[in-house]
């Protein structure tokens, strides 16, 4: 019998990664990382795998801890109860568990959807897109869906020389700021991305889109990026979910059922007002979920858990993009980097994410990455990239 705390982390992706490595900073914790793939897959570089210009996966010997012992595996239930976790494998005992099972594509609940159009969230969604488009070079794309994953990814297929055309909803991308708005418009415009704000898509069939003003958008190929869910991993265990099935968990990340289950990254609901899905959170949560375990171990209160937005980051292409400089509580500020300076700023932070999680893989809980301040949190539940909808 093991005299190690024994933890586990259901999902490496960002905030499962951090959290992992930064429980590695007590030698007498156990840390097992359960995770569908052997490698970690930067999600945030998905668009580019899509067109092509990278593969979206790192190695997870370059991100994790060497004391991690990843098992490569899907969890299909919690019982808390017995605190086991069920995989294809056989059950999996823990002391202590970490949920951050991230999001994936939602929307399903609109005809036409699961069975015509490209979901763009998970690395099997985006590797099928790509071979898709490999399949038919000449097809017209229709994007849906105006966030930022919706932007980034007509920007992307439009630079290849793609006939694009973005439905964007109410507003391209409502967390900009109005210039920052005008900048991408134009931007998409001069790539000849055809953008239809105002109308909201309604069904897709084979080869058009259905909007709620009556017109029909033709697109021989169809890319959905409007809206995420969670993986129901939480609800099913039996565990309080908010509606969109995050788990529940109070202001230190820790479920309100169990305080031995915590959570971080896109499937947590502190309090029920989650942080803006992102892994720009999901960094900063995945550490901070791993330190309340470590306070529980020994024997101390946890602290509040908390995040720090500095903007939001979007490529248009491979030589343009724009960095929205925001409020601290994550409203868009009047500023915005653009033109090559902002493709710099968006590939740096692209590059720093994966240098983040490396970094704690070798000096778990030597910095941290987030800032204090207990007044974010109401605005954030409402921001808007990616876009949680409610799921089926
Ligand atoms: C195209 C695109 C572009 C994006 N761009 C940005 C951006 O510029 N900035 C930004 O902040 N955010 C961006 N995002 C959002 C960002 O990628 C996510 O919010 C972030 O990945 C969330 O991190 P996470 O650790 O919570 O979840 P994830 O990174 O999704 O990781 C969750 C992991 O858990 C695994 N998992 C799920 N279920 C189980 C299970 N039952 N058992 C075991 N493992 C499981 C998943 O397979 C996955 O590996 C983008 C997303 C997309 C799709």
């Not at 700021?177 to 069939?205: C, N």
Request: hydrophobic letters at 35%; a positive charge; charged letters at 20%.
């Amino acid at each position: 019998m093991s005299e190690k705390t024994e933890v586990v982390v259901v999902g490496g992706g960002y905030a499962g990664v951090m959290a992992a490595n930064r429980l590695t900073r007590r030698t007498d914790v156990a840390v097992t990382l359960i995770n569908p793939r052997a490698e970690f897959v930067q999600r945030i570089r998905l668009h580019q795998l899509a067109a092509g210009t990278h593969d979206a996966v790192t190695e997870y010997g370059k991100v994790l801890n060497e004391r991690v012992r990843l098992v490569v595996d899907s969890v299909s239930r919690i019982d808390a109860g017995t605190r086991t976790v069920t995989t294809s494998q056989g059950p999996v005992r823990y002391d202590y568990l970490v949920y951050a099972v991230g999001s994936a594509s939602s929307a399903q609940q609109i005809p036409g959807v699961r069975e015509f159009a490209h979901p763009l969230a998970t690395l099997e969604d985006a590797r099928t897109l790509r071979a898709t488009l490999d399949a038919a070079p000449d097809a017209t794309v229709t994007v849906v869906g105006g966030g930022a994953s919706g932007i980034e990814t007509a920007a992307e297929l439009a630079e290849q020389g793609r006939k694009v055309t973005l439905i964007c909803g109410a507003t391209l991308n409502p967390y900009l700021s109005p210039k920052g708005r005008r900048t991408i418009a134009a931007r998409l415009t001069r790539l000849g991305v055809t953008v239809l704000e105002g109308p909201q898509a309604t069904e897709v069939t084979r080869h058009t889109v259905r909007l709620d003003d009556g017109r029909e958008i033709e697109g021989q190929l169809v890319v959905w990026t409007a809206g995420f869910g969670v993986p129901d991993l939480a609800a099913r265990s039996g565990l309080s979910t908010d509606p969109l099935g995050r788990l529940l968990t109070d202001e230190t990340l820790t479920s309100v059922d169990d305080v031995r289950i915590v959570a971080a990254g896109d499937s947590a609901a502190p309090s029920g007002r989650p942080y803006r899905m992102g892994c720009q959170s999901a960094v900063q949560l995945g550490p901070q979920a791993a330190e309340t375990v470590l306070s529980r171990i020994a024997g101390d209160q946890p602290a509040p858990a908390d995040v720090g937005f500095a903007g939001q980051c979007i490529s248009l292409g491979r030589h343009t993009g724009v960095f929205q400089f925001s409020h601290k509580d994550d409203t868009a500020r009047n500023l915005h980097l653009g033109g090559r300076t902002g493709s710099g700023v968006k590939e740096l932070v692209c590059r720093s994410t994966v240098w983040q999680l490396s970094y704690e893989a070798r000096k778990p809980g030597v910095r941290t990455w987030w800032s204090k301040d207990p007044n974010r949190r109401q605005t954030l539940a409402t921001a808007t990239e990616p876009t949680p909808v409610t799921a089926p």
